[in-house]
């Protein structure tokens, strides 16, 4: 295990607390024949993974990217400033949203609007960042950051504060974003394959209690030269059958995949890492309740759950 050390303050959880941080939600939305659509914003259960749906069905990352803006506010700024800070007094801090994709292997940082001074008044700032078509897969991280910006000059009591502009002072949170898949409980990927059938499974795991539950481990394919295509993806996608029914095949295949391997037992005792393949099984066995006793009830109780709300 890494352990990072930093050699001057940042933010801790007493310093947060005063900041009086407050973050509004993220607002996503693409253009589609010059129309400004928004993206519906799911949360994936642990209050920090989102899933991005488009109600249209219109929307793929290749095709369109699409936008993010956000507004935040902190309440009292003066709490960064001077020797019981993270900033000398007479310095300006930068505040970032930072993004970073492992499965697309890119990264990148935006800027908030104006830096924050040392200040009594409640400082509000917005960020508005555009990601092209194609740039980002699967999933990536947003956090909000906040760096030096200036270092400005340092008193004989703030000699021990960050002086080199850049230097990063303290995360404030962090939200894993899933862009791939129309409304399905896992990533999905679109395929050009003439001649193949209209979906299939991967799962490309070595070990489901470790492994991330993203495109790399597991993933549906999706054939858009398929003439069954066009019925998939029709309409209101959340009231897709057939794309219900594909998602239902695909997570039977997994769990049986899972149920067929040295690891189940330590699936079923919730033993897996966060954001694992393990852990997401787990939890549609206890808490979506899913029958994993036969193949039959595994398939019921999936199609039943899908059919009350994918």
Same mark, same amino acid.
């Given at each position: 295990? $890494?352990?990072?050390?930093?050699?001057?303050?940042? &933010?801790?959880?007493?310093?947060?607390?005063?900041?009086?941080?407050?973050?509004?939600?993220?607002?996503?939305?693409?253009?589609?024949?010059?129309?400004?659509?928004?993206?519906?914003?799911?949360?994936?259960?642990?209050?920090?993974?989102?899933?991005? &749906?488009?109600?249209?069905?219109?929307?793929?990352?290749?095709?369109?990217?699409?936008?993010?803006?956000?507004?935040?506010?902190?309440?009292? *700024?003066?709490?960064?400033?001077?020797?019981?800070? &993270?900033?000398?007094?007479?310095?300006?801090? /930068?505040?970032?949203?930072?993004?970073?994709?492992?499965?697309?292997?890119?990264?990148?940082?935006?800027?908030?609007?104006?830096?924050?001074?040392?200040?009594?008044?409640?400082? @509000?700032?917005? @960020?508005?960042?555009?990601? *092209?078509?194609?740039?980002?897969?699967?999933?990536?991280?947003?956090?909000?950051?906040?760096?030096?910006?200036?270092?400005?000059?340092?008193?004989?009591?703030?000699?021990?504060?960050?002086?080199?502009?850049?230097?990063?002072?303290?995360?404030? =949170?962090?939200?894993?974003?899933?862009?791939?898949?129309?409304?399905?409980?896992?990533?999905?990927?679109?395929?050009?394959?003439?001649?193949?059938?209209?979906?299939?499974?991967?799962?490309?795991?070595?070990?489901?209690?470790?492994?991330?539950?993203?495109? =790399?481990?597991?993933?549906?394919?999706?054939?858009?030269?398929?003439?069954?295509?066009?019925?998939?993806?029709?309409?209101?996608?959340?009231?897709?059958?057939?794309?219900?029914? &594909?998602?239902?095949?695909?997570?039977?295949?997994?769990?049986?995949?899972?149920?067929?391997?040295?690891?189940?037992? =330590?699936?079923?005792? /919730?033993?897996?890492?966060?954001?694992?393949?393990?852990?997401?099984?787990?939890?549609?066995?206890?808490?979506?309740?899913?029958?994993?006793? $036969?193949?039959?009830?595994?398939?019921?109780?999936?199609?039943?759950?899908?059919?009350?709300?994918?």
């Amino acid at each position: 295990m $890494s352990v990072s050390i930093s050699l001057f303050p940042v &933010v801790d959880e007493v310093i947060f607390q005063r900041l009086g941080f407050e973050a509004g939600p993220y607002m996503f939305y693409y253009t589609y024949e010059r129309e400004e659509r928004p993206l519906e914003v799911e949360d994936l259960g642990d209050g920090s993974s989102l899933k991005l &749906v488009d109600p249209k069905g219109d929307w793929n990352p290749e095709d369109y990217g699409f936008f993010v803006r956000r507004e935040v506010v902190i309440r009292h *700024p003066h709490v960064l400033f001077g020797p019981k800070g &993270v900033a000398p007094m007479g310095s300006s801090v /930068g505040l970032s949203m930072l993004w970073l994709s492992r499965s697309s292997a890119v990264r990148g940082a935006a800027p908030f609007k104006i830096p924050i001074k040392n200040d009594t008044a409640a400082a @509000v700032r917005n @960020v508005e960042y555009e990601f *092209p078509p194609g740039m980002l897969r699967g999933e990536f991280i947003l956090t909000t950051s906040l760096f030096l910006l200036e270092g400005g000059v340092r008193s004989r009591e703030e000699m021990h504060l960050a002086q080199y502009p850049g230097t990063i002072l303290g995360d404030l =949170d962090r939200f894993k974003i899933v862009i791939d898949g129309r409304g399905s409980m896992f990533p999905i990927l679109e395929i050009r394959e003439p001649s193949q059938p209209l979906w299939r499974v991967e799962c490309n795991w070595s070990d489901p209690l470790v492994d991330a539950f993203d495109t =790399d481990s597991v993933v549906i394919y999706l054939n858009a030269s398929h003439p069954g295509y066009k019925e998939l993806v029709q309409g209101d996608l959340k009231e897709s059958y057939l794309l219900k029914e &594909v998602t239902a095949s695909a997570l039977h295949v997994i769990i049986q995949q899972a149920q067929n391997s040295e690891y189940w037992g =330590d699936i079923k005792d /919730g033993k897996a890492e966060h954001g694992s393949i393990g852990e997401a099984l787990h939890y549609f066995i206890t808490t979506l309740d899913w029958n994993t006793e $036969s193949p039959e009830q595994l398939a019921r109780s999936i199609r039943s759950y899908l059919d009350r709300g994918m």
